[in-house]
């Protein structure tokens, strides 16, 4: 472990989440934002549905963890079943995964999340936002494109934004680790230094084309 102490964010689930620092994908957009501000880590498995993950999740969230910790579930996206049978046939059955089926899942995850008081982010509904989301949310059906997860990451911090948690965990309310003036920052031509501290942020704010907020 390497200090000093910062929030934890655990993307926890299968591919959704493995694969969610590739591609432009929506942990890299977290991590990136976060990255002087809290550590993202990944704990996704490719082809795990929630019984494998019951089996483990002791040890990857420990009984001795913070009562601090905070939860939000990412429902079923939506999927594009013409592109899983061009894609996806010798790996998933015909017909195995469709939308209808996916909104079932979906439903039933906001029902659990509203009765537990647990937070929840609508990923069937918020993709199929965008009129061509079909097409241009998903890599092969199933995973997601660049523009599903600029989506994604937008939704978590709605989420991150609006909780009324003690502390937030939205970027804005958390400090900026090490950010205090320094002799020893870069240079300026007029004998002052600049500090770089927030420029990670408005760097990756830039990048992912998100919103100040």
Sequence with gaps: MVGPLRPQFVLFGSSIVQFSCSNGGWGAILADLYSRKADVLLRGYAGWNSRRALQVLEQ???KSLSENIRIIFLTA?????????????????KRNRTNES?????????????????KAVDLWTSIQKRKDWSTACFTDGI????????????????????????PSLHWKSLPTEFAENSPYDP???????????????????????????
């Design 60 to 62: 990857v969230f420990p």
């Design 77 to 93: 996206p939506p999927v594009n079943e013409k592109q899983i049978l061009e894609n996806l046939s010798d790996i998933i059955p």
């Design 102 to 118: 996916c909104k079932i899942y979906s439903d039933a995850c906001l029902e659990v999340c509203r009765e537990l008081d647990v």
């Design 143 to 166: 995973h997601f494109s660049a523009a599903a997860s600029k989506i994604v990451a937008e939704e978590i911090l709605k989420v991150l934004r609006e909780a009324d948690w003690e």
């Design 187 to 213: 240079p300026c031509g007029d004998g002052t230094t600049l500090n770089l501290a927030d420029h990670s942020v408005a760097q990756a704010l830039t990048h992912w084309g998100l919103s100040d907020n």
